[in-house]
């Protein structure tokens, strides 16, 4: 029996697990000062030299700076990177576009007070604006000259949905003959790409395989995702078994779904702290990945040190999971996947919004009151009242005024660039419907 078929006729059984309450904080991972004590070690390794443990450079910690803009607090990502690098995070992903275009600047500040040989460094060709060859030549150029190096050990074509939007940006631009040389050259030691799309899409990027032999793939895979993808996205478990069958080496994205799977309903998290009251629920998501071989790096934006050090324990301590632990956490999918949920993961691709609204801070907000059991239902509701006027105070402090829901138009502009695949408008109108009834108290 393949895990596919054990996880469909053992999955309902493993709800028993869910009677054993679980102590309050279950979704926050462990206290920094405490868990750093508790690790020793490297982390493991499924492709040699690659820790499996990968470090994402989306989500690097910032503050406002004097002229009310964010800035990257540069001192502690230097910490991060120091701390990931002495316990083997070895890999680390970033892009020309994140973080308003400066994670590729911080992240190469903090790599250059290291070896070159002790640091493996994946960036991307991230032209969606301008797919032009000599815009994509002086991209790729500048990442070079950032990191001052002559070489990038993972280059990804990013964020593809299939074959058109390859030729678009890359076929039929000249662009590859380009990076082919490249790699040839050793400038670039491996050649891939990042994908949210259908299962044709995928289909049509495998049949690019002997044409470009792809050295590995990144793609989204959680638990979630493995039979619950959102949208008309593919689920994991076909994407990997593609990629397994050819022995492509993956490397993951999303394993926690953008938070989602480290800040779940209550009712569900006790499932997981039954079963493991030690472990926080990030720990099950990067277990969930980290148990199958193919997978090469398993990405983490890792905005806090608590954050590092809980996963940190997770892989320089790794059980791989059991049978028993799949069919839980396929439970777990199973009733997460029927939550009135928006499963935005806050990767800001959708920003910046042309009328200023603030798409993954709403989203945000609204999960997170399902999760915490603060979603204010209707007149039955105990304390109602008092219940509403809280939640229209917290949204009009989580969400300035004038970046709220009831802005949008649906201009529509935001949802090619969701890699969810959200009806984002369409969203937006029903949260904004919800609290204008809360305001009228006409729930």
Known sequence: MDRRDFLKAAGAGAAVLGAVACAPGVGKQSNSRSADKQISGKVPEHLPGVGLLGYGAMRWPTRKAEDGTEEIIQEEVNKLVDKALEHGVNYFDTSPVYLGGKSEEATAIALSRHPRDKWLLATKLSNFADWTYDNSVEMYRKSLEI????????????SLSGGEAFETRFGSTGI??????????????????????????????????DKYHWDFVQIQMNYLDWTHASGRNADAEYLYRELDRRGIP???????????????????????????????????????????????VVLSGMTYMEHLLDNLKTYTDFKPLSEEDFALLENVAEQLDSYPLIKCTGCQYCMPCPYGIDIPGIFA???????????????????????????????????????????????????????????????????????????????
């Open 147 to 158: 990191f001052k190096t002559d070489h990038i050990d993972y280059y990804l074509l990013h």
């Open 365 to 443: 907000f609204y999960n997170g009151n399902i999760n915490a059991g603060t979603y204010v239902s209707g007149h039955e509701q105990k304390h109602y009242q008092r219940d509403r006027r809280r939640y229209l105070l917290r949204y009009n402090k989580a969400v300035e005024s004038v970046r709220q829901a009831d802005h949008c138009i649906s201009c529509g502009k935001c949802v090619s660039h969701c890699p969810q695949k959200i009806a984002i408008p369409r969203e937006l109108r029903r949260i904004d419907q919800y609290i204008e009834k809360l305001k009228q108290d006409l729930l």
């Open 176 to 209: 590859m003959d380009f990076l082919l040389k490249e790699r040839t050259a050793g400038h670039i030691r491996n050649l891939g790409f990042s994908f949210h799309g259908s299962t044709e899409g995928f289909d049509e990027m495998m049949a690019l395989h």
């Open 250 to 296: 993956i490397v993951i994205m999303e394993p926690l779904r953008g938070g989602y799977l480290a800040d779940m309903p209550a009712a569900l998290a006790d499932q997981l702290k039954a079963r493991e009251p030690a472990g926080s629920l990030a720990s099950w998501a990067f277990r969930f990945v980290g148990s199958f071989p193919r997978v090469a």
